[in-house]
Nanobody, 124 residues
Framework: QVQLVESGGGLVQAGGSLRLSCAASGRTFSSYTMGWFRQVPGKEREFVAAISWSGHSTYYANSVKGRFTISRDNANNTVYLQMNSLKPEDTAVYYC?????????????????WGQGTQVTVSS
């Protein structure tokens, strides 16, 4: 089993930056693909970014590409999401996810474990 705990959310002005962290425990962290998703009330959970077990391959939603960066520190069992140039439409609860799937990483079904979420609010 894997436990994931997100942190780093908060309130920021448009154009500002935040860095989210996801601390993992349980199974070997480095064996999992890690992803970030976000969700607002009344909408489906939306893919944001993913990173391979090695950290050498990354994937981003078009809406965040060029602004967000996903990274991982396997030695410390932590994955990060650096968010720059934030926009009000980035406001959501952000969730960290872990999975063993090597395919369809932009879908929730590719992931087996989820954190509790951390709120990000971007003011205009």
């Amino acid at each position: 089993q894997v436990q994931l705990v997100e942190s780093g959310g908060g309130l920021v002005q448009a154009g500002g930056s935040l860095r989210l962290s996801c601390a993992a425990s349980g199974r070997t962290f480095s064996s999992y693909t890690m992803g970030w998703f976000r969700q607002v009330p009344g909408k489906e959970r939306e893919f944001v970014a993913a990173i391979s077990w090695s950290g050498h391959s990354t994937y981003y939603a078009n809406s965040v590409k060029g602004r967000f960066t996903i990274s991982r520190d396997n030695a410390n069992n932590t994955v990060y999401l650096q968010m720059n140039s934030l926009k009000p439409e980035d406001t959501a609860v952000y969730y960290c996810a872990a999975g063993t799937s090597r395919r369809r990483l932009g879908t929730s079904g590719a992931y087996d474990y989820w954190g509790q979420g951390t709120q990000v609010t971007v003011s205009s």
